[in-house]
């Protein structure tokens, strides 16, 4: 049963392969969920946190993605209500708002806790691990 409690190390696919970081990006910025579907806010927080995880984040285009994320899924200007949508021209919804918000923490965005991406949580909101709770 205890071998079974044993983690071990993941490979590091990134420095084997750079498309393994790369393939869930395109050039007009976010991230894409599967091959052929439009960039979504969200995945911008499922793909980046998986990539932040394995330790690639930094080799995606984080300019551009934060591009995509606050000139196209960010509504404000104009509107009645503000926050981020799905989709660039939709309508904002507290879902995407989170998961743009967790993307900037990941980038390290001015004014915005960094974020532990393993666990979803502010860093600062983790238990010291080395003592009882």
């Not at 599967?34 to 998986?50: H, I, L, Q």
Request: proline share 7%; hydrophobic share 35%; aromatic share 10%.
């Amino acid at each position: 049963m205890n071998a079974l409690l044993k983690f071990h190390p993941l490979p590091a696919p990134c420095q084997e392969s750079p498309c393994t970081c790369t393939r869930y990006f395109r050039q007009k910025g976010g991230y894409e969920g599967r091959t052929g579907k439009e960039p979504d806010s969200c995945y911008s927080f499922w793909v980046g946190a998986s990539l932040h995880i394995l330790q690639c984040f930094q080799d995606t285009d984080i300019q551009s993605t934060a591009a995509h994320l606050l000139l196209k899924c960010q509504s404000g200007a104009g509107r009645r209500c503000g926050g981020f949508s799905k989709l660039p021209g939709g309508f904002p919804d507290l879902v995407h708002a989170f998961y743009s918000l967790c993307w900037m923490s990941l980038a390290g965005y001015p004014g915005l806790n960094h974020m532990d991406a393993a666990v979803g949580v502010c860093a600062d909101r983790l238990l010291d691990r080395d003592h009882d709770p």
